[in-house]
C-alpha cells in the first residue's frame, strides 16, 4: 500500500550552496502556449545545469487545459480554447484572477522524489492561504487543497461538503519539475461548468476562490504570500531581473 502524501510533508529545501529560487511576475494575461514552450525549454536547461531554478507567476486568459488522465467525457461545453498540457492530473480551467504558479526545481538538488514534491507543494499552498485565515486541507485521496465548507449541503453519505481552491498538475523530465500550481484568487467560478474539474464527479464536491470565501485580496498581496511561504518550504528566492547578476554553478 502507497504511503500518504502527508507522510512526505518536510520542508523542500536545495543542497546547501545552491543558487535562490528566480521569482518572476508575469503583467497581465499571458498566452497559455507562450508559456508552455518557455517552460519547457527553461526545464530542459535546468536539467542540462545551464540555468537556476525558477517560479514563475502568470495569470492566462480563459481556456482549459487536458493533464495526461483527461477523459474526453469530462468536457462538458467547449466554451474556451483546450489545450493538452503534457502534466499529470485531469481537465482543469485556467482565467484571470487565478494565479497560476510554474515552478521549474532540479529535484536531483533536492530530493528525488516526485510523491515528496507533491506533497510540498501543497503545503506550500496551505500555508499560503493561512496568510488569509483560510484554512487549507488536503486529502490523500484527491490531490490540491480544499476548504471545508459546512454551509453547503452534505453527501448522502454524511460526507461533509468541500471545495477546491488550489489544483496542482506537474510534470518531471529528468529530475526537472515545471507546470506547478493554480490558486483561485477571484475567478468566474462559473467558468468551472464547461469541465469535470480534475475528474471529481460528487456533488457535494465543488470549486471555491478567496472572493467566494469573502476574502477580497489583490493579486499583489497573494503573490507576497505565496513568495513567504515558498521561502519557507523550498528556500529563498530572489527577483528574476537581480538572478541574471548570479552565474549559474559548473
Known amino acids: 500500500m502507497a504511503s500518504p502524501r502527508s507522510a512526505f510533508r518536510v520542508p523542500f529545501r536545495a543542497s546547501p550552496g545552491a543558487l535562490p529560487v528566480e ?34 507567476l502568470v495569470e492566462h486568459p480563459p481556456l482549459y487545459t487536458a493533464g495526461a488522465s483527461a477523459k474526453d467525457a469530462d468536457l462538458l461545453d467547449r466554451r474556451f480554447p483546450v489545450h493538452r498540457a503534457g502534466r499529470g492530473g485531469q481537465f482543469t480551467y485556467h482565467g484571470p484572477g487565478q494565479r497560476v504558479a510554474y515552478v521549474m526545481l532540479d529535484l536531483k538538488r533536492r530530493r528525488p522524489d516526485v510523491r515528496a514534491y507533491v506533497g510540498a507543494l501543497e503545503s506550500w499552498l496551505v500555508a499560503a492561504l493561512a496568510a488569509f485565515g483560510v484554512v487549507g486541507e488536503t486529502r490523500d485521496d484527491r490531490v490540491g487543497v480544499w476548504v471545508a465548507r459546512p454551509d453547503k449541503p452534505a453527501a448522502a453519505s454524511g460526507a461533509p461538503a468541500e471545495d477546491k481552491i488550489a489544483a496542482i498538475g506537474v510534470r518531471v523530465r529528468r529530475w526537472a519539475t515545471f507546470h506547478g500550481v493554480a490558486l483561485n484568487v477571484a475567478p468566474d467560478l462559473s467558468h468551472f461548468s464547461g469541465i469535470v474539474p480534475c475528474g471529481v464527479v460528487e456533488p457535494h464536491y465543488g470549486v471555491t476562490s478567496l472572493a467566494d470565501l469573502g476574502r477580497s485580496v489583490a493579486m499583489p498581496d497573494v503573490d507576497r504570500a505565496l513568495r513567504a511561504a515558498f521561502e519557507a518550504e523550498f528556500g529563498p528566492t530572489v527577483d528574476a531581473a537581480e538572478s541574471a547578476l548570479i552565474a549559474v554553478p559548473a
Do not use: C, F, I, K
Request: charge should be negative.
Open 23 to 56: 521569482w518572476l511576475v508575469s503583467p497581465g494575461l499571458t498566452d497559455y502556449r507562450h508559456a508552455l514552450a518557455e517552460m519547457e525549454a527553461r526545464a530542459d536547461a535546468l536539467a542540462a545545469g545551464e540555468a537556476p531554478e525558477q517560479v514563475r
